[in-house]
Structures are given as C-alpha cells and as structure tokens.
C-alpha cells in the first residue's frame, strides 16, 4: 500500500501529529511487515507534487484490507481527520515486483 499526501496547510504540525501519532497507530496494524515513510524531495530542489509518501506492506491484499477492518485499522483510519483532509492524500494497493 502506498499513501502519497498532498502538501499541507501547516507542514510542521502535519509531521508533529504524524510522527507522534499516526505512525504508531499505524504500527499496531495486524500482519504489517513493513511500515516506511518520507517527506518528498526533488533532486533539483522544486517543491514534489507530493508532499509525504508512507509505504505499508502486507503478504496478500486480503491481509492489507482485514487490518484496516481491525480495531487498529479503525484506530488510524479515524486518526486521518486529525492530520488532513478526505482530498488531501491518496491510497493505492498494489502487488511490489522486486527486480534486484
């Protein structure tokens, strides 16, 4: 699962709240192996279109969605409104080829 979230209003209290919260929370989901997150960078320096990109890996999808429908997943979905807005990040599943 990769989240890409748009550039918030105010940046540093996005991370605060992120960091203190939302990633523990996110921690705690069932069957996660890996959980990593970023602030986006451009090589050149511009601003990225994206603003934080977290990455959370399951085994299968069905585990991915049967976390999210945990208490714990209900638990970080409900944090969401705490930090950003429905329009303000974007969620997409996919199955990870590694190639190295």
Known sequence: MT????????????????????A?????????????????ESPDGSRPRHFMVATLDWDTKEEALAAFASPEGEAGTADMANFTTPDGFELVLG?????V
């Open 95 to 99: 199955e990870v080829t590694k190639t």
């Open 24 to 40: 523990p929370l996110a921690a705690k989901l069932p069957g996660l192996r890996a959980y990593e997150w970023a602030v986006a």
């Open 3 to 22: 989240v890409t979230y748009h550039h918030p209003a105010d940046p540093e209290e996005f991370l605060r709240h992120y960091r203190e919260v939302h």
